[in-house]
Nanobody, 123 residues
C-alpha cells in the first residue's frame, strides 16, 4: 500500500487549502483513510477519517465545521478540504490507512502512512 499526500502550503489565517492523499497498491473497499497532523514539539493528533466504501466520516472537535474529508473512489484519492484556517492548524499533515469497519482515531491503529505535507497558516 502506498499513500501519497500533497497540497500543503502557506496560507493566511482565514484561508483555505485542500490536501490530497492518493492511494495505490490494493483495493481499499474495507479501509478507513485518515488524516493526522503533527505540530512542532507536539504529538501526532487525529484530524479526520473516512470509510472508503461507505463515506462515514469522523472529525476531531478542533476541526469540526471547518474541515471536510471526502473520497473519490474512481481516483483512489481522499481529500481534506480545510477552510477558515487558523495559525494553530500549522502542522505536517499525514494520511494513513487501516483495514476494518471500525473508525479509529489512534495513530497506532493505522498500518500504512504517507509522507507528510506541510501546512503553514500565518496570522
Amino acid at each position: 500500500v502506498q499513500l501519497q499526500a500533497s497540497g500543503g502550503g502557506l496560507v493566511q489565517a482565514g484561508g483555505s487549502l485542500r490536501l490530497s492523499c492518493a492511494a495505490s497498491g490494493r483495493t481499499f473497499s474495507n479501509y478507513f483513510i485518515a488524516w493526522f497532523r503533527q505540530a512542532p514539539g507536539k504529538e501526532r493528533e487525529f484530524v479526520a477519517t473516512v470509510n472508503w466504501s461507505g463515506g462515514r466520516t469522523y472529525y476531531a472537535d478542533s476541526v469540526k465545521g471547518r474541515f471536510t474529508i471526502s473520497r473519490d473512489n474512481a481516483k483512489n484519492t481522499v481529500y481534506l478540504q480545510m477552510n477558515t484556517l487558523k495559525p494553530e492548524d500549522t502542522a505536517v499533515y499525514y494520511c494513513a490507512a487501516k483495514m476494518g469497519i471500525v473508525a479509529g482515531t489512534d495513530s497506532n491503529e493505522y498500518d500504512y502512512w504517507g509522507q507528510g505535507t506541510l501546512v503553514t497558516v500565518s496570522s
